[in-house]
């Protein structure tokens, strides 16, 4: 049972048991939503729930264009505002890159002294504790950012009425990082959740009634001439017919701006 004036799941069936309600699952009912299912167990111990609200919603009419180029946090998720045939803004968001490396990096070398400090007979549960702490820490700030990016770009979605279109090339970026030299470790902590961050994108598109659609945006063909550009130092590319020099990853917002 929801008991919604008191904030509480409350499980009577089984056992006695009662969880709090999170924040969100208010939000989602003031937004029009419907808790349709709920589930409480325990994870590591300790009890959790899970709710799953639906919204019947019709997307609206678009007046506005936002393509989303989706790339490794390393070269980041670049977005533009089209209107009336033209670039209103643009940005490029990743997450705090040295945070993330330094975390990295401080996880593997308590792991590494720890293993050896094992190998040896010498027992360090402080030392392992901190090691965990650390990759939780990484972990916890690798699963939050996609949510909050996620909540960003819909709210200008639907602050300027614009139909999204995401462009999700992760196998491009995937080989991209090993060209430049990251380990396949490095790379996973790279791509590490840029996938949930287009699912939850997705996710939120539709609740709130955003059209979108997935569409494959060339960031190697000039959207002038439609022929291969050449690479410079940078990720700067030249078409060598017309001369068009653009970053690499705004290549398929000027193809967006073709295209629609």
């Given at each position: 049972?929801?008991?919604?004036?008191?904030?509480?799941?409350?499980?009577?069936?089984?056992?006695?048991?009662?969880?709090?309600?999170?924040?969100?699952?208010?939000?989602?009912?003031?937004?029009?939503g419907?808790?349709?299912?709920?589930?409480?167990?325990?994870?590591?111990?300790?009890?959790?729930?899970?709710?799953?609200?639906?919204?019947?919603?019709?997307?609206?009419?678009?007046?506005?264009?936002?393509?989303?180029?989706?790339?490794?946090?390393?070269?980041?998720?670049?977005?533009?505002?089209?209107k009336?045939?033209?670039?209103?803004?643009?940005?490029?968001?990743?997450?705090?890159?040295?945070?993330?490396?330094?975390?990295?990096?401080?996880?593997?070398?308590?792991?590494?002294?720890?293993?050896?400090?094992?190998?040896?007979?010498?027992?360090?549960?402080?030392?392992?504790?901190e090691?965990?702490?650390?990759?939780?820490?990484?972990?916890?700030?690798?699963?939050?950012?996609?949510?909050?990016?996620?909540?960003?770009?819909?709210?200008?979605?639907?602050?300027?009425?614009?139909?999204v279109?995401?462009?999700?090339a992760?196998?491009?970026?995937?080989?991209?990082?090993?060209?430049?030299?990251?380990?396949?470790?490095?790379?996973?902590?790279?791509?590490?959740?840029?996938?949930?961050?287009?699912?939850?994108?997705?996710?939120?598109?539709?609740?709130?009634?955003?059209?979108?659609?997935?569409?494959?945006?060339?960031?190697?063909?000039?959207?002038?001439?439609?022929?291969?550009?050449?690479?410079?130092?940078?990720?700067?590319?030249?078409c060598?017919?017309?001369?068009?020099?653009?970053?690499r990853?705004?290549?398929?917002i000027?193809?967006?701006?073709?295209?629609?």
């Amino acid at each position: 049972m929801l008991d919604l004036d008191k904030g509480v799941l409350k499980l009577r069936y089984i056992c006695h048991a009662e969880v709090l309600i999170p924040r969100w699952v208010y939000d989602r009912i003031r937004e029009g939503g419907d808790i349709v299912f709920a589930m409480l167990g325990l994870k590591d111990g300790i009890p959790a729930v899970m709710f799953v609200a639906e919204k019947s919603v019709e997307p609206y009419k678009p007046e506005s264009l936002l393509p989303v180029d989706v790339n490794s946090w390393k070269h980041g998720v670049v977005w533009a505002l089209i209107k009336d045939g033209r670039i209103v803004s643009e940005g490029r968001e990743r997450p705090n890159l040295r945070f993330i490396d330094n975390l990295y990096k401080k996880s593997v070398r308590l792991e590494k002294l720890h293993g050896r400090l094992v190998r040896i007979g010498v027992s360090c549960d402080r030392l392992d504790a901190e090691a965990r702490y650390t990759k939780s820490k990484l972990y916890r700030y690798l699963r939050d950012y996609p949510q909050w990016l996620a909540n960003k770009i819909v709210r200008k979605a639907l602050k300027h009425k614009s139909k999204v279109v995401i462009d999700r090339a992760l196998e491009e970026s995937w080989r991209d990082l090993l060209e430049e030299g990251l380990t396949r470790s490095e790379a996973k902590i790279q791509m590490a959740g840029v996938r949930r961050f287009i699912k939850i994108l997705e996710t939120q598109l539709r609740w709130h009634g955003v059209p979108y659609e997935f569409r494959r945006l060339p960031s190697r063909v000039c959207p002038n001439c439609e022929i291969e550009m050449e690479k410079l130092p940078g990720r700067r590319m030249k078409c060598p017919r017309c001369g068009l020099e653009e970053d690499r990853d705004k290549i398929p917002i000027l193809w967006a701006l073709k295209l629609y």
